[in-house]
């Protein structure tokens, strides 16, 4: 079984400040990370996920995470954040590689970011 | 290309009532799974279903039950609903184990 760790519940920020949201896993198997975003009542949109390779994987709005083995961790981070981000960031595991079978989350992460 | 749709968006029952939520895949997907969302935490696995034969369970009691259709829209039926079932519950399709797209949820309130 796979579980999921967010250390922290919220993390404010100001604008154009970088950010770092924590992510640590556990699993007796290889696995696939995944972070998602959720923007006040709305569904789980994909933001970002490692499969294999290239332990950095990046999106398309600047986030970007890194995969690392030792530590069991999937940290999300973004240099220079926006008032836009402002959202509940999960991580998230999956078993791989047979695939993107069920996911387990972590319990969240509000990302607050103001002027 | 129609994405994940759930219905309804929002709804309100009773202790000990019934409910039965619905959620059509994007097209080409033969696979759903749901999950429930309480307030505060992280989405927890209910099940999946895979070309209507459920293909995995999490830990939920028998009272939630689902079903797949032959276009691989699903339902998810609560019976004697608690308190505590109060969530938004998710619904994610995908093609076989590639990767899932989530709608948008439904909000269910037990009163």
């Known amino acids: 079984a796979q579980s999921v760790t967010q250390l922290d519940s919220q993390v404010p920020v100001f604008e154009e400040a970088p950010v770092e949201l924590r992510c640590n896993y556990s699993?007796?198997?290889?696995?696939?990370l995944f972070w998602y975003v959720q923007y006040p009542n709305q569904g789980l949109q994909l933001l970002l996920k490692y499969l294999s390779g290239s332990t950095l994987v990046e999106s398309i709005n600047g986030f970007e995470a890194e995969f690392n083995k030792s530590q069991t961790s999937f940290h999300l981070r973004k240099p220079s954040v926006h008032i836009s981000d402002t959202a509940e960031y999960f991580c998230a595991v999956t078993r791989g590689p047979s695939g993107y079978s069920t996911l387990t989350f972590g319990k969240g992460t509000m990302l607050l970011v103001s002027p | 290309e129609t994405g994940v749709t759930q219905s309804p968006t929002h709804l309100i029952k009773t202790r000990g009532q019934q409910v039965t939520l619905r959620c059509s895949s994007q097209s080409g997907h033969n696979t759903v799974s749901w999950y429930q969302q309480a307030l505060g935490q992280g989405p927890q696995f209910i099940f999946q279903y895979y070309r209507e034969e459920e293909n995995g369970r999490g830990n939920f009691p028998p009272r939630f039950s689902g079903l797949q259709f032959p276009n691989y829209s699903s339902e998810l039926n609560v019976n004697a609903l608690e308190l505590d079932d109060s969530a938004l519950y998710l619904c994610a399709s995908s093609l076989g184990q590639a990767e899932a797209f989530f709608g948008q949820g439904t909000r269910l309130t037990v009163v």
């Open positions: 699993s007796s198997v290889s696995v696939y």
